[in-house]
C-alpha cells in the first residue's frame, strides 16, 4: 500500500522560508516520479512541482519557479520541497504525489492520484 506521511509546514510571514518532507513507503520509491501539488483555500487542488525516478528532471508552475526547489533522498525515501520568497497566495495543504506508472514524470494533476493527508502552509503578509 502507497504510504506519503507530508512534515514541515507552519505559519511564516512573507518572504520567509518552509521545507517540506514527505516519507514514503509501500512501493520501490526510486522507480516513480513524484510530486508537491497543493490546495489553497476556497481554491481547487493545483499541482506545483514534479520530480522524475532518478531525480534529474524537475518541473515547475510558473508560479512558483523560480522560489520552489523540489529534491527528492532515495537513502531516505523522502521527498522535498524548499519554499523560499514565500507569499500569502502559497497559503494551502501541501500534498506530495506518487505517479500512477513507473518511471514517468508529467505535469497532470491526475497523473498523480496517490497523496498523503497533507501539510498546511500558512503566509501572513
Known amino acids: 500500500e502507497v504510504h506519503l506521511v507530508e512534515s514541515g509546514g507552519g505559519l511564516v510571514q512573507s518572504g520567509e522560508s518552509l521545507r517540506l518532507s514527505c516519507v514514503a513507503s509501500?512501493?520501490?520509491?526510486?522507480?516513480?516520479?513524484l510530486a508537491w501539488v497543493r490546495q489553497g483555500p476556497g481554491k481547487e487542488l493545483e499541482w506545483v512541482s514534479s520530480?522524475?525516478?532518478?531525480?534529474?528532471?524537475?518541473y515547475y508552475a510558473d508560479s512558483v519557479r523560480g522560489r520552489f526547489t523540489i529534491s527528492r533522498d532515495s537513502a531516505g525515501d523522502t521527498l522535498f520541497l524548499q519554499l523560499n520568497k514565500l507569499k500569502t497566495e502559497d497559503t494551502a495543504t501541501y500534498y506530495c504525489?506518487?505517479?500512477?506508472?513507473?518511471?514517468?514524470?508529467?505535469?497532470?494533476?491526475?497523473?498523480?492520484?496517490?497523496r498523503g493527508q497533507g501539510t498546511q502552509v500558512t503566509v501572513s503578509s
Open positions: 509501500g512501493f520501490p520509491f526510486g522507480a516513480y516520479g
Open positions: 520530480i522524475s525516478a532518478t531525480g534529474g528532471v524537475t
Open positions: 504525489a506518487r505517479h500512477k506508472s513507473q518511471y514517468r514524470i508529467s505535469t497532470r494533476l491526475n497523473d498523480y492520484p496517490y
